[in-house]
C-alpha cells in the first residue's frame, strides 16, 4: 500500500474513513520507509528489527531460511504473550512459525510450492495454504484463487472478484483474526498479526467497491524530467511490466480497482476494531497499521515495487493508543523520517519487553510524546537488488539521494517542496554541495559491505549485487 493512499493524508481519489479516524485519533507518520521495498526484505525487518545490512536481506530472493534468533512474536510470547498470525508471512519454511504460537496462512499466489524442507517431494501450495484449502471446501473444490486469471504481479489489468464478497481474501483473514479473540488464552494479553495479501495485485475487488471508483476521473500520474533518461516511454503490453507507457484507459481501471482494495480493506478494518470492541479488549489494546512497501501504479511509468521512488518505498505508518496510558499526542502528526526496522522495538517498548542487543530500530514511543528534543536520526539508508535497476537511496524525509549502482546514474530530490519527485536536482548547476554531501553519506553506509560499492572512498558502479549478503546464505 502507498504512502499517501489515505484520505487523512488529503489523497484526491482514495477513501479510507476507518484509518483516517485511527490516525486522528493517533499518531500519523509522514515519513515512513521500507529501507529494501519487496515482500520478504521489508518483513525480515519487521521480525527482526534489523536493518538490512544486519538481516542481510538486500534484495528478493525466495527459498532462503529464515533463522533469526529473535523476532518480534518470539520475545512477546518470551514476555507472556499469546502470539498469532493470519494473513501473509512470506519466510521460508512456509510454515515456519517464527516466533508465533500459531499461523493461519494465506501467502498470496503460489500455487505450487516445492519445499526442500518438505517430506513431500512435490508439495502443493494448498497443502501449505490455509485459505486456498477454506476457499474449496466453502465455494467448492473446483475453485481456485487463480480463477480469474490474473497473475500475482499484474499491476496494470483488473477483474473484480468472482465469488461472494465474505469469501475474499480480505475478509477471510478479518473472519480469521475475530476467531482468534474468540479463543486465545484470555489469562495473557495478545499480539495479532493481521495481515492482508492486498491491495497487492492481482487487481480482484468485489464488484461493490470496484463500482465506487471505476467512473472516477483520475488525476495523471506524475512523470519526472528524468524519465527519458532513464529509458521511458517505450510502451508495454505485458500485465506484469516494471516499465512503460500503459494505454490510459487500462490504467485507469487498474488504479480504479487498486483503490478499491484499499477501501475494502479499511472497511474490514473497521470489522475488526468493531470485534476488539465487542470482546472489550480494543481500549487495552495498542494498534500499529503499516504497509511492507508501496506501489508504483504508473509514477514515471513505473510499476510494482523495488524502487527508490516515493510510491514504491514510502509507506503508510499510525499508531493508536486507546487506553492513554503510553502518553500519546492524540491526533500528533510526525514528519522524522522512520522505517520498519523500528516497528519491532516500539511494541517490545510498550509492552514493557527488553529489546535485543541485535535490534537496529529505535522505538517511536518518544517521538509520539514528541519527547526527542532533535536526538532522532539523521537519515536512513535504503537499497534493492534489481538488475540493471539496482538502486541506493539515502533521505531524511525532506531531500532524497538515489544512486544506481550499475549505471553510476545518480538523482536528487527535494522532497518538501516536489513531494512527486519530478525534477532531478542532480541534473542542475549549482547543486554539486547538497550531492557530495549524501553521496558521502551512502559512502558510508557502503563501505566494507562485500559487493565492491566502495573503493577508496568512492562509489564503484558495475559492481554485481546479490539479494541476499553471505552471511545469511
Same mark, same amino acid.
Given at each position: 500500500?502507498?504512502?499517501?493512499?489515505?484520505?487523512?493524508?488529503?489523497?484526491? %481519489?482514495?477513501?479510507?474513513?476507518?484509518?483516517?479516524?485511527?490516525?486522528?485519533?493517533?499518531?500519523?507518520?509522514?515519513?515512513?520507509?521500507?529501507?529494501?521495498?519487496?515482500?520478504?526484505?521489508?518483513?525480515?525487518?519487521?521480525?527482526?528489527? $534489523?536493518?538490512?545490512?544486519?538481516?542481510?536481506?538486500?534484495?528478493?530472493?525466495?527459498?532462503?531460511?529464515?533463522?533469526?534468533?529473535?523476532?518480534?512474536?518470539? *520475545?512477546?510470547?518470551?514476555?507472556?504473550?499469546?502470539?498469532?498470525?493470519?494473513?501473509? $508471512?512470506?519466510?521460508?519454511?512456509?510454515?515456519?512459525?517464527?516466533?508465533?504460537?500459531?499461523?493461519?496462512?494465506?501467502?498470496? /499466489?503460489?500455487?505450487? /510450492?516445492?519445499?526442500?524442507?518438505?517430506?513431500?517431494?512435490?508439495?502443493?501450495?494448498?497443502?501449505?495454504?490455509?485459505?486456498?484449502?477454506?476457499?474449496?471446501?466453502?465455494?467448492?473444490?473446483?475453485?481456485? &484463487?487463480?480463477?480469474?486469471?490474473?497473475?500475482?504481479?499484474?499491476?496494470?489489468?483488473?477483474?473484480?472478484?468472482?465469488?461472494?464478497?465474505?469469501?475474499?481474501?480480505?475478509?477471510?483473514?478479518?473472519?480469521?483474526? %475475530?476467531?482468534?479473540?474468540?479463543?486465545?488464552?484470555?489469562?495473557?494479553?495478545?499480539?495479532?498479526?493481521?495481515?492482508?495479501?492486498?491491495?497487492?495485485?492481482?487487481?480482484?475487488?468485489?464488484?461493490?467497491?470496484?463500482?465506487? /471508483?471505476?467512473?472516477?476521473?483520475?488525476?495523471?500520474?506524475?512523470?519526472?524530467?528524468?524519465?527519458?533518461?532513464?529509458?521511458?516511454?517505450?510502451?508495454?503490453?505485458?500485465?506484469?511490466?516494471?516499465?512503460?507507457?500503459?494505454?490510459?484507459?487500462?490504467?485507469?481501471?487498474?488504479?480504479?480497482?487498486?483503490?478499491?482494495?484499499?477501501?475494502?480493506?479499511?472497511?474490514?478494518?473497521?470489522?475488526?476494531?468493531?470485534?476488539?470492541?465487542?470482546?472489550?479488549?480494543?481500549?487495552?489494546?495498542? %494498534?500499529?497499521?503499516?504497509?511492507?512497501?508501496?506501489? $508504483?501504479?504508473?509514477?514515471?511509468?513505473f510499476y510494482r515495487k523495488a524502487l527508490p521512488y516515493e510510491?514504491?518505498?514510502? %509507506?503508510?505508518?499510525?499508531?493508536?493508543?486507546?487506553?492513554?496510558?503510553?502518553?500519546?499526542?492524540?491526533?500528533?502528526?510526525?514528519?522524522?523520517?522512520?522505517?520498519?526496522?523500528?516497528?519491532?522495538?516500539?511494541?517490545?517498548?510498550?509492552?514493557?519487553?527488553?529489546?535485543? *542487543?541485535?535490534?537496529?530500530?529505535?522505538?517511536?514511543?518518544?517521538?509520539?510524546?514528541?519527547?526527542?528534543?532533535?536526538?532522532?536520526? *539523521?537519515?536512513?539508508?535504503?537499497?534493492?537488488?534489481f538488475g540493471a535497476l539496482s538502486n541506493h537511496y539515502v533521505?531524511?524525509?525532506?531531500?532524497?539521494?538515489?544512486?544506481?549502482?550499475?549505471?553510476?546514474?545518480?538523482?536528487?530530490?527535494?522532497?518538501?517542496?516536489?513531494?512527486?519527485?519530478?525534477?532531478?536536482?542532480?541534473?542542475?548547476?549549482?547543486?554539486?554541495?547538497? &550531492?557530495?554531501?549524501?553521496?558521502?553519506?551512502?559512502?558510508?553506509?557502503?563501505?566494507?559491505? *562485500?559487493?565492491? /560499492?566502495?573503493?577508496?572512498?568512492?562509489?564503484?558502479?558495475?559492481?554485481?549485487?546479490?539479494?541476499?549478503?553471505?552471511?545469511?546464505?
Amino acid at each position: 500500500m502507498r504512502w499517501d493512499c489515505l484520505s487523512v493524508m488529503d489523497h484526491p %481519489i482514495v477513501e479510507t474513513p476507518n484509518l483516517d479516524s485511527l490516525a486522528r485519533s493517533g499518531v500519523l507518520f509522514r515519513s515512513a520507509y521500507a529501507a529494501t521495498p519487496t515482500c520478504i526484505p521489508a518483513r525480515a525487518a519487521i521480525f527482526t528489527g $534489523m536493518s538490512q545490512r544486519s538481516h542481510g536481506r538486500v534484495g528478493y530472493q525466495d527459498r532462503v531460511p529464515w533463522n533469526y534468533e529473535h523476532t518480534l512474536p518470539g *520475545e512477546l510470547a518470551k514476555a507472556g504473550y499469546h502470539t498469532q498470525c493470519v494473513g501473509k $508471512m512470506h519466510v521460508y519454511p512456509t510454515r515456519s512459525l517464527c516466533g508465533f504460537h500459531n499461523v493461519v496462512l494465506h501467502d498470496g /499466489y503460489f500455487h505450487y /510450492y516445492r519445499d526442500k524442507h518438505s517430506t513431500l517431494a512435490n508439495q502443493q501450495f494448498d497443502e501449505c495454504d490455509d485459505y486456498l484449502r477454506w476457499l474449496r471446501e466453502t465455494a467448492g473444490a473446483h475453485h481456485d &484463487i487463480t480463477d480469474l486469471g490474473l497473475d500475482c504481479n499484474a499491476s496494470t489489468v483488473t477483474r473484480p472478484w468472482h465469488l461472494p464478497e465474505h469469501m475474499h481474501p480480505t475478509n477471510w483473514t478479518v473472519s480469521q483474526s %475475530i476467531d482468534f479473540l474468540r479463543r486465545r488464552d484470555p489469562g495473557k494479553p495478545f499480539f495479532l498479526w493481521t495481515s492482508f495479501v492486498r491491495p497487492h495485485s492481482p487487481l480482484d475487488p468485489p464488484q461493490a467497491y470496484f463500482d465506487m /471508483y471505476k467512473d472516477l476521473e483520475m488525476p495523471d500520474p506524475p512523470v519526472g524530467d528524468w524519465v527519458e533518461r532513464m529509458g521511458g516511454g517505450s510502451g508495454s503490453s505485458d500485465p506484469t511490466t516494471i516499465f512503460g507507457e500503459v494505454p490510459a484507459r487500462r490504467l485507469n481501471r487498474a488504479r480504479a480497482a487498486y483503490y478499491a482494495l484499499i477501501t475494502h480493506i479499511d472497511d474490514q478494518i473497521g470489522r475488526l476494531l468493531n470485534a476488539l470492541q465487542e470482546y472489550g479488549v480494543l481500549r487495552n489494546t495498542l %494498534i500499529a497499521f503499516t504497509s511492507d512497501h508501496g506501489e $508504483m501504479i504508473g509514477d514515471h511509468h513505473f510499476y510494482r515495487k523495488a524502487l527508490p521512488y516515493e510510491g514504491s518505498a514510502k %509507506i503508510p505508518f499510525l499508531v493508536y493508543d486507546p487506553s492513554g496510558s503510553l502518553g500519546f499526542r492524540k491526533g500528533a502528526v510526525v514528519d522524522e523520517v522512520v522505517e520498519l526496522r523500528d516497528i519491532m522495538p516500539t511494541l517490545l517498548d510498550a509492552a514493557g519487553a527488553p529489546v535485543p *542487543e541485535s535490534v537496529d530500530g529505535s522505538s517511536l514511543l518518544p517521538l509520539c510524546r514528541k519527547e526527542t528534543a532533535g536526538r532522532w536520526r *539523521e537519515y536512513i539508508h535504503g537499497e534493492h537488488a534489481f538488475g540493471a535497476l539496482s538502486n541506493h537511496y539515502v533521505t531524511n524525509g525532506r531531500e532524497k539521494y538515489i544512486w544506481y549502482s550499475q549505471s553510476g546514474e545518480e538523482q536528487l530530490f527535494d522532497l518538501s517542496s516536489d513531494p512527486q519527485e519530478l525534477v532531478n536536482l542532480a541534473a542542475q548547476p549549482g547543486r554539486e554541495e547538497r &550531492i557530495a554531501l549524501w553521496r558521502e553519506r551512502l559512502i558510508g553506509e557502503l563501505d566494507g559491505r *562485500e559487493e565492491g /560499492y566502495v573503493d577508496q572512498g568512492r562509489l564503484i558502479a558495475g559492481r554485481t549485487p546479490q539479494a541476499c549478503l553471505i552471511h545469511i546464505l
